[in-house]
């Protein structure tokens, strides 16, 4: 197929800041160990795992210092050696020695890869609904919507581990840092943070909660230091997108207590709506990525069809503003995105499956796109994990998923409809429906 190279449309924001500074730092004042800067004031940390002082970050569970310290990535931006990949703030050898679990929703399955022989060496039923995935060294977290539970299982076997935590309505993203697990309750609109005191079998609860209001729809979280950043979706269903289409910045740095500090909204951005439509920002995904938080934009309207070019919207952290990435009418409604730390991958449903065109992956190199891959009708793109040159898609509806390679810096389809080393590879069985979802995907290190 047809492969177009795009340039970005770098658009600047007029998108307001609810509060000027509010990605700044304070350097008049530096803090003693054990303590945090809170306004103009240190204050002691309640939890030494999951905030650093003042000047520092927090990478892999330890506090460094982001000018001195190049063995860390990730939270700390820095960029790996060119054999190295970043996961959750570590630079790691690339091998092949990773696994790759996939979450089946309609079925309650868990499948998982080997990344060495490209097969499927597992397939358990876990849960109901398994939603999201995540994972901290040999435990395998997944959000069972189902249930409305946290499960921890085995990650060699799926075997639960533990009692399950309860969550909110709908968690649809958990993200693992030091001995904290964090859900986001898309339904319940709330963040949730689950304290496991390092004991993968032990009593685990839940240390704090954090409600971002009525119809808000929080997505996904990404860590920058001790701070977290939300994108918050709206109520489409019932039209009420405004107490979405923003990105919130939360405080973690008391997990007991954690706080709202601020937001972008994305309300006032040009998104180049279609004639006759109006392309709504809101906000599915995001990522750090390169010293930036990328936020990944539907750009529908409101009857769920894109009303406008695929986009991003960049978020510079120091300076405070906010540019419009555009991918093109290729790629459009963008869900999902991933970083290696060297290159940026979209992943774009189109028309939501309905009308085959439109989905795709844009490959993205510092403010270009290298590359866009449009999607076979058979494909629709969704959640992605990128280890190295190795970047493993999921086909949403098809239950199966795709391998590409980057190492050249483009995107080359290895596993797949017309890969050139086999076809998709399965992953979920089908459902009584007759669909198969294949709704997360995690690569553990």
Not at 325 to 340: I, Q, R, W
Request: proline share 7%; aromatic share 6%.
């Amino acid at each position: 197929m047809k492969q177009h190279c795009l340039r970005f449309a770098l658009l600047s924001a007029l998108a307001a800041l609810v509060a000027p500074g509010l990605w700044a730092c304070n350097e008049s004042v530096v803090c003693p160990p054990r303590t945090v800067l809170q306004g103009d004031t240190c204050v002691p940390v309640h939890n030494p795992e999951a905030v650093c002082p003042s000047g520092g970050m927090l990478c892999a569970g330890r506090c460094v210092l982001v000018e001195s310290d190049n063995a860390h990535c990730g939270n700390c931006n820095q960029a790996c050696a060119q054999n190295q990949h970043c996961a959750d703030g570590e630079c790691l050898a690339c091998n092949k020695e990773s696994r790759l679990y996939a979450a089946c929703m309609l079925t309650g399955h868990v499948a998982v890869f080997s990344s060495e022989t490209y097969s499927r060496v597992a397939l358990e039923r876990v849960g109901a609904n398994p939603q999201a995935l995540s994972g901290k060294g040999e435990v395998l977290l997944c959000a069972d919507d189902g249930a409305q539970q946290l499960l921890r299982l085995d990650a060699q076997t799926l075997q639960p581990l533990g009692a399950p935590v309860d969550t909110g309505q709908t968690p649809i993203h958990i993200s693992a840092m030091g001995a904290l697990v964090y859900v986001v309750n898309a339904g319940s609109n709330t963040l949730q943070i689950v304290d496991t005191q390092n004991k993968p079998s032990g009593p685990w609860r839940t240390q704090g909660e954090l409600s971002f209001g009525p119809n808000t729809s929080p997505q996904a979280l990404a860590f920058v230091g001790s701070h977290g950043f939300v994108p918050l979706y709206g109520n489409l269903v019932t039209g009420q997108t405004s107490p979405g289409q923003r990105l919130v910045r939360v405080g973690l740095a008391n997990p007991a207590a954690p706080s709202l500090e601020g937001e972008v909204s994305f309300s006032g951005l040009h998104l180049q709506s279609h004639p006759g439509k109006t392309a709504l920002p809101l906000p599915y995904d995001v990522v750090h990525h390169q010293g930036a938080l990328y936020v990944a934009l539907n750009n529908l309207d409101s009857t769920y069809q894109p009303a406008g070019p695929g986009a991003i919207a960049k978020v510079q952290l120091e300076e405070a503003t906010t540019s419009v990435l555009f991918l093109g009418e290729e790629c459009s409604n963008v869900t999902s995105l991933a970083s290696n730390g060297q290159l940026l991958v979209a992943s774009c449903a189109g028309d939501w499956g309905m009308t085959p065109g439109r989905a795709g992956l844009a490959l993205i190199e510092g403010d270009e796109v290298k590359e866009v891959w449009p999607a076979p009708p058979s494909f629709s793109p969704g959640s992605m994990a990128f280890k190295c040159d190795s970047l493993w898609v999921a086909n949403a509806n098809g239950g199966n998923v795709y391998l590409f390679s980057t190492q050249e810096k483009s995107l080359q389809l290895l596993y797949g409809e017309g890969g050139s080393e086999g076809g998709p590879m399965e992953a979920c069985p089908q459902a009584a429906s007759g669909f198969a979802v294949v709704q997360s995907l995690w690569l553990k290190p």
